[in-house]
């Protein structure tokens, strides 16, 4: 009887342990993936001199929100939806119970020319960060080689969008194969 319980406490620190290394490659991911100057817009005819000058040396300064939510149940026939047309054994069973994950900074594995700093609710949020990041919990399949997460990233107070994002793990890497807009501003 002792072992059995042990060998279930083992098995759910088991899970545990493997849920955060993956969600944290793929927060590393979506950050190193989107974290980077905004293009320079084209040389126009028109008069005036266009002042941006193009600086890809620049150090992005990146705020991101600690905690991960549920995904809202709103959200759910959509992703399911997504979901079906890349794998059909992958389903999310919303509306159960979801523990609520944090983002620890030293397990993100950075690879862009940017730093990054947890942020909390501020007036004048844009005026101390390029870009802000809101991630959803992540939905893994039973053998961790797919996953769904809602990201939210504002580059400014209307300047920003939601997007459903499907990855998939390839030779130990995480990438990016569905990308549907939830809604923008």
Same mark, same amino acid.
């Given at each position: 009887?002792?072992?059995?319980?042990?060998?279930?406490?083992?098995?759910?620190?088991?899970?545990?342990?493997?849920? *955060?290394?993956? *969600?944290?490659? +793929?927060?590393?991911?979506?950050?190193? !993936?989107?974290?980077?100057? +905004?293009?320079?817009?084209?040389?126009?005819? %028109?008069?005036?001199?266009?002042?941006?000058?193009?600086?890809?040396?620049?150090?992005?300064?990146?705020?991101?929100?600690?905690?991960?939510?549920?995904?809202?149940?709103?959200?759910?026939?959509?992703?399911?939806? +997504?979901?079906?047309?890349?794998? *059909? *054994? #992958?389903?999310?069973?919303?509306?159960?119970?979801?523990?609520?994950?944090?983002?620890?900074?030293? !397990?993100?594995?950075?690879?862009?020319?940017?730093?990054?700093?947890?942020?909390?609710?501020?007036?004048?949020?844009?005026?101390?960060?390029?870009?802000?990041?809101?991630?959803?919990?992540?939905? #893994?399949? %039973? %053998?961790?080689? !797919?996953?769904?997460?809602?990201?939210?990233?504002?580059?400014?107070?209307?300047?920003?969008?939601?997007?459903?994002?499907?990855?998939?793990?390839?030779?130990?890497?995480?990438?990016?194969?569905?990308?549907?807009?939830?809604? +923008?501003?």
């Amino acid at each position: 009887m002792i072992l059995s319980l042990t060998s279930c406490e083992n098995e759910d620190n088991s899970v545990q342990h493997e849920t *955060t290394v993956h *969600t944290h490659e +793929i927060v590393s991911t979506l950050i190193d !993936k989107f974290s980077k100057p +905004i293009p320079i817009p084209p040389k126009t005819t %028109d008069s005036y001199d266009n002042p941006i000058t193009r600086n890809s040396t620049k150090i992005i300064s990146v705020g991101l929100k600690q905690i991960m939510q549920p995904i809202s149940l709103e959200n759910s026939a959509k992703i399911n939806d +997504i979901l079906s047309e890349i794998d *059909t *054994t #992958f389903k999310i069973k919303f509306g159960q119970k979801e523990e609520i994950l944090t983002i620890e900074l030293q !397990k993100l594995q950075k690879e862009g020319n940017y730093t990054t700093r947890y942020i909390n609710e501020e007036k004048d949020i844009f005026n101390s960060i390029d870009i802000l990041y809101n991630l959803s919990t992540i939905h #893994f399949n %039973d %053998d961790y080689s !797919k996953a769904v997460v809602i990201m939210g990233m504002s580059r400014g107070k209307l300047s920003g969008f939601a997007d459903i994002i499907v990855l998939e793990r390839v030779d130990r890497k995480w990438l990016i194969i569905k990308r549907e807009n939830l809604h +923008i501003s």
